[in-house]
């Protein structure tokens, strides 16, 4: 895990559920018609987040910043 992260900042992938009809979250299309990732703030959650794939997630993740002001102890530059 990520070091420095707080119990709130945690978000889990979920396995998919079957057969849940939901719209993404970033695009607004039908998850279930392409290959569908779902996010949680718990692992036994309901799903906070659907994402048509793992390209709409890391869209959204952009848009948000949800990245902005993480504390992951990794450093690109070493
Ligand atoms: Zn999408």
Redesign the pocket.
């Known amino acids: 895990m990520c070091g420095g992260s707080t119990d709130a900042d945690k978000t889990f992938v979920l396995p998919t559920p079957s057969a849940r009809m939901a719209d ?6 039908r ?1 279930e018609a ?1 290959d569908p990732v779902y996010v949680s703030e718990s692992p036994e959650g309901e799903p906070t987040g659907r ?3 793992y ?2 997630l890391a ?2 993740i952009d848009a948000a910043d949800l990245t902005t002001g993480t504390v992951c102890e990794w450093s690109p530059g070493q």
């Open positions: 993404c979250t970033y695009c607004g299309c998850v392409h994402f048509c794939n390209g709409c869209a959204h």
